[in-house]
């Protein structure tokens, strides 16, 4: 087998002989932060999420739907900080799914608002993504996934047929009067 990046390249057959547990999910997520306030105005303040717990002033909880935490912050080993440079290795970023394209719509909405800056924002067929950083420069996706029905018919030797492709920012955004027409004539998603 040819030499990758040192490390053989192997099949995908080969690399999974026994597949995970289909319910396994990626839980939660805590980022070393160098200001904790200015990670909870960002992470509760602009994309609204809720602070469960906090420890002091070196570490918060912060969840979606009450949940205990999807996301902790803290300053344990970083405390004023800075962000890795770049070329370095780390977390690339981190993927926080909405459940609706209304909800990624609205978190569109409030970004613009706080005047959060997009570094992307990408239509993947299987998705919808925007693309991000948060005040310590560590990496978001903010995404909703479409029905599996819809997304795309895979290539040969694929599983799923992703794609990257432009997101139209402009539909997206149509979708907050669509569904507050919806939710005044008392329609559903």
């Not at 290539?155 to 992703?162: E, I, L």
Request: with cysteine.
């Amino acid at each position: 087998m040819a030499e990758q990046g040192g490390a053989e390249a192997v099949a995908a057959s080969e690399l999974t002989p026994r597949p995970i547990d289909p319910g396994v999910e990626i839980g939660h997520v805590h980022l070393k932060v160098a200001d904790l306030e200015r990670s909870l105005g960002f992470y509760c303040g602009v994309l609204g999420f809720e602070l469960m717990a906090r420890y002091g002033a070196e570490a918060a909880f912060v969840s979606a739907g009450g949940y205990h935490h999807h996301i902790g912050l803290n300053t344990w080993q970083s405390k004023g900080g800075s962000p890795p440079p770049f070329g370095t290795t780390g977390l690339f970023h981190v993927a926080i799914r909405y459940p609706t394209r209304p909800s990624l719509a609205d978190a569109l909405r409030r970004l613009a608002e706080a005047r959060v800056p997009l570094e992307g924002a990408s239509d993947h067929g299987v998705s919808e993504a925007l693309y991000l950083s948060d005040p310590d420069e560590n990496g978001l996706e903010l995404y909703w996934d479409r029905p599996r029905e819809a997304w795309p018919q895979p290539g040969p030797g694929d599983k799923v047929g992703m794609f990257t492709r432009p997101l139209d920012l402009e539909s997206l955004l149509a979708e907050l009067k669509a569904d507050s027409v919806g939710a005044e004539s008392g329609e559903e998603d």
